[in-house]
């Protein structure tokens, strides 16, 4: 029960107004439960439009510095525009990068952009998988990003579910390196 309205990739973004997306979604709800307009990225007058006739707001980031910075001014631009306060979606989360310290946590992005969390979505290659087969990863039940979106959407319908667990497990070769008490020794010759 999902209907697709692909916007045109060879018109101008001008081409269409803010209102007139408005008197659109306004038709369409009486026959439908949501309305989901994905904006493109950045500040132009696609994402406008987007706005003008959004109800709510979900803000999808990676967490990268340059994202959430851009993150960060299109929620003050949602705010500005009277929109209710923004949910967010963390995309593309690599547990281990993030355990290295060379990922934003979702605590510092969290705090950063003061927002609710939506949920938070792994990096996955049956992404790729899916998207090639033209089948949505949501239908993957062995995909962790599958499940964090299946859970994004049992949050937006109310449900409260817990988030998807992102936690680095160690294999069964670290594990035992840790018991033995071996360590990984850089440049050593064997």
Not at 5 to 30: F, M, N, W, Y
Not at 92 to 99: E, F
Request: charged share 30%; net charge neutral; hydrophobic share 45%.
């Amino acid at each position: 029960n999902l209907y697709v309205i692909p916007a045109a990739q060879t018109r101008d973004k001008s081409a269409v107004t803010g209102e007139q997306v408005k008197e659109l979604c306004d038709k369409l709800k009486s026959d439908f439960d949501y309305i989901l307009i994905d904006s493109p990225a950045g500040i132009e007058q696609g994402f406008k439009n987007a706005m003008a006739a959004a109800d709510k707001a979900i803000v999808v980031t990676t967490p990268d510095v340059a994202a959430i910075r851009d993150a960060d001014r299109v929620i003050g631009f949602i705010e500005a525009a009277g929109l209710s306060k923004p949910e967010l979606i963390i995309n593309r989360v690599r547990p281990g990068m993030v355990k290295r310290g060379d990922m934003m946590t979702t605590e510092d992005i969290l705090d950063l952009l003061s927002v609710p969390l939506l949920g938070l979505v792994p990096e996955d290659e049956k992404i790729v998988v899916s998207t090639n087969r033209g089948v949505p990863v949501v239908h993957d039940m062995k995909s962790r990003s599958g499940e964090a979106l299946r859970r994004v959407a049992a949050r937006v319908e109310g449900e409260d579910v817990p988030m998807l667990k992102l936690e680095v497990r160690d294999g069964l070769f670290t594990w035992l390196k840790k018991v033995v008490g071996l360590k990984r020794t850089v440049g050593a010759n064997a």
